[in-house]
């Protein structure tokens, strides 16, 4: 009777989740101009969870990242300029695009050859955002989380903690990075300091 009973209340709860305000609000919105420039700038990866073998491979690879999103708002695309500490190595690549689907709030990679779609999923707090993958699929859903800042303040990880509870992962299945660990610093220092001369450039050739 007890361990009826206990079934019954666990399997009621993703449910009760589901209906949790934070949970509630944890959906792609339509994307729109505002939400474009929200994200437009430069983002820490802070952590993420994945079920697919190969995403969560290959984030746990990552020691710190961060990127910078601009966005072309006549064609809806982002470039991607990353920086990617991966073992003791800065990768740094600025030549992919995401794709931005603004009805339905989501963002795409062309993946080797894949399209992968994440959802964009937005808090009360600007200085955050989540990228949702593949929600509804138990074996190859992810949530991948990040700021403005290496370093996030506890009410911000509560509120990743939060969301991972929200889509039925555990906070065991997180990875985190490390700030500490970044090794691309400098050279976004070198490039911040070559983006004044081609602006003085152009003026020349004006
Ligand atoms: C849910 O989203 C709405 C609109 O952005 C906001 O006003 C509300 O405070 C949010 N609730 C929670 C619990 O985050
Ligand atoms: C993700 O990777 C970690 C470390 O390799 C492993 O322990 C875990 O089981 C993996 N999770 C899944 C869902 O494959
Ligand atoms: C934005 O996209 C349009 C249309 O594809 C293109 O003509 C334009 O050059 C792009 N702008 C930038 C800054 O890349
Ligand atoms: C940069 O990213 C693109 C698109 O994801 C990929 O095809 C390319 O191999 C990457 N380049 C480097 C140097 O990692
Ligand atoms: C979002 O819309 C795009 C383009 O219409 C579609 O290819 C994609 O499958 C949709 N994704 C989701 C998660 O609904
Ligand atoms: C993805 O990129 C590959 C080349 O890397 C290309 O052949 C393919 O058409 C692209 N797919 C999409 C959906 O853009």
Request: with cysteine; proline share 4%; glycine share 4%.
């Amino acid at each position: 009777m007890a361990l009826s009973w206990a079934l019954a209340a666990l399997s009621l709860l993703p449910l009760l989740d589901a209906q949790s305000p934070v949970c509630a609000n944890l959906t792609a919105m339509p994307i729109t101009k505002a939400t474009l420039e929200q994200i437009s700038g430069k983002w820490f990866y802070i952590a993420s969870a994945f079920r697919k073998p190969d995403f969560n491979q290959s984030s746990r690879t990552i020691h710190s990242a961060f990127f910078y999103f601009a966005v072309n708002y006549t064609d809806d695309t982002i470039l991607l300029t990353e920086y990617l500490t991966i073992g003791n190595r800065c990768i740094y690549n600025s030549s992919s695009y995401l794709k931005v689907q603004r009805k339905n709030g989501t963002m795409s990679k062309n993946e080797s050859g894949t399209e992968v779609f994440a959802e964009l999923l937005l808090t009360k707090d600007p200085k955050i955002f989540m990228l949702g993958f593949s929600l509804k699929d138990e074996q190859n859903k992810g949530l991948s989380f990040y700021a403005d800042k290496p370093e996030v303040t506890e009410e911000q990880m509560r509120v990743f903690h939060e969301a991972i509870r929200c889509i039925g992962m555990q906070k065991s299945e997180i990875s985190y990075t490390d700030a500490k660990k970044d090794l691309c610093e400098p050279l976004e220092k070198e490039h911040k300091e070559e983006r004044p001369k081609e602006r003085e450039g152009d003026t020349a050739l004006g």
